[in-house]
């Protein structure tokens, strides 16, 4: 259905499309007579163009970083790659020897190019990887399954690629996954542990302070996920007939937690054209380009971490496993952690992230650290002014003292 849905739109926001590039012409909105006119159906035009979802990754647009006080030119390296990931470098023109940073992208439905702004600001001082996770709806049936398991699997090998002087940045919902895997690396005494942990926003205990997202997943059965929320990829795409957690199934339930937010930035973008205020009006479609970009996610992925992170709470209570193998982060001895929170979180709310710092029993309280950031919400810990300007230099010393 909403295949058939999204096919019957297309050449409606395709017309509106061009229309409003039309109206925007100098015979359009240069005449006195058509000025207002024009530009008001131009602006309407463009609401009507930008409102729907698209299913490729967006470029993460990244060309350049100012290192020092020069411009350096900066290309996507793709440096190991699987069905279901590309481990990517972003490489910079220049020979200096700087931190390995690997950020962990989640895969919740959108792409990694969410952290556009998070790599942005690393870059400047670090040799920055990022996991690009790929749309599930792209890869064939017959390259298997994708579980938890199998997460940590690609991170443990990503951390092997990158060699024991690499430090670890989990954004959000891979914290789980993240911290899974640095314990498990610690147990086995692998050499390629990453020297520090950052988890950023992560649900690693979704029992303190619950939010909706929390509520959500422990008001149903896992059987009522099983069977309301899974679907399979229609036959067109690559991965078809595999079974999926559709993206627009997560973007609409995260629009309807904020959905008069999102209707007044739809009016307020129209405003903006109506009255000529193009950068004010870009910006907000800036941010819709990237927000209604999603991907599918693997069912089997999706099924377990509601069970295991949501609704189980297995790794704070001792009982997660990988490959059958218990989970124990009291293991981790050498790799520094840093938690980072938001105050105004409503997804990972204050106290869920903190949580790892207990779990990591086997730490000395010197390699421990913990941040609190006043006045940010979910976003505003890895993205935007507060996340540059006051979470990323602790950070930055973090990495430095242990490098």
């Known amino acids: 259905m909403y295949q058939s849905h999204t096919d019957l739109m297309d050449p409606l926001r395709w017309m509106a499309r061009h229309s409003s590039a039309a109206l925007s012409l100098p015979w359009g909105l240069g005449q006195p007579w058509g000025g207002d006119l024009a530009r008001k159906l131009s602006a309407a035009f463009e609401v009507i163009s930008c409102m729907g979802t698209t299913h490729t990754r967006p470029d993460f647009g990244i060309r350049s970083v100012t290192v020092g006080h020069r411009e350096v030119a900066v290309t996507e390296e793709v440096v190991y790659r699987t069905p279901f990931c590309s481990l990517v470098r972003f490489k910079k023109d220049i020979q200096v020897e700087e931190p390995q940073v690997l950020i962990v992208a989640p895969m919740s439905g959108h792409f990694a190019t969410l952290l556009r702004g998070t790599c942005q600001?690393?870059?400047?001082?670090?040799?920055?990887?990022?996991?690009?996770?790929?749309?599930?709806?792209?890869?064939p049936l017959k390259e298997g399954r994708f579980d938890f398991d199998s997460y940590v699997d690609h991170l443990i090998r990503f951390f092997e690629v990158l060699g024991r002087d690499c430090h670890v940045v989990a954004v959000c919902q891979p914290s789980v996954a993240v911290l899974a895997a640095v314990s498990v690396m610690a147990e086995r005494d692998n050499q390629s542990q990453p020297r520090s942990m950052t988890l950023i926003a992560g649900p690693i205990d979704t029992r303190i302070n619950p939010t909706k997202v929390n509520e959500l997943a422990t008001s149903k059965p896992i059987e009522w996920f099983e069977q309301k929320l899974i679907s399979s990829v229609p036959v067109r795409y690559p991965g078809a007939l595999r079974r999926v957690y559709p993206g627009f199934v997560q973007l609409a339930s995260f629009m309807q937690m904020n959905m008069e937010r999102h209707k007044k930035a739809y009016r307020d973008m129209y405003e903006h054209l109506a009255a000529g205020e193009v950068e004010k009006a870009q910006a907000i479609r800036t941010f819709y380009d990237e927000y209604l970009a999603v991907m599918d996610l693997p069912a089997e992925f999706f099924i377990?971490?509601?069970?295991?992170?949501?609704?189980?709470?297995?790794?704070?209570?001792?009982?997660?496993?990988?490959?059958?193998?218990?989970?124990?982060?009291?293991?981790?001895?050498?790799?520094?952690?840093?938690?980072?929170?938001?105050?105004?979180?409503?997804?990972?709310?204050?106290?869920?992230?903190?949580?790892?710092?207990?779990?990591?029993?086997?730490?000395?309280?010197?390699?421990?650290?913990?941040?609190?950031?006043?006045?940010?919400?979910?976003?505003?810990v890895f993205n935007g002014r507060r996340w540059t300007n006051q979470v990323y230099p602790m950070l930055k010393m973090i990495i430095q003292q242990n490098g």
């Open 121 to 139: 600001t690393m870059l400047a001082e670090h040799d920055v990887y990022i996991t690009d996770w790929h749309n599930a709806r792209d890869v």
């Open 304 to 380: 377990q971490t509601v069970r295991t992170v949501f609704q189980e709470y297995s790794l704070p209570k001792g009982e997660l496993k990988w490959h059958d193998q218990p989970v124990r982060p009291a293991a981790i001895r050498r790799t520094a952690l840093f938690t980072v929170e938001g105050e105004n979180d409503d997804i990972c709310s204050v106290g869920q992230t903190l949580a790892a710092q207990e779990l990591c029993s086997g730490l000395r309280p010197h390699l421990k650290h913990h941040h609190l950031q006043t006045g940010a919400g979910h976003y505003g």
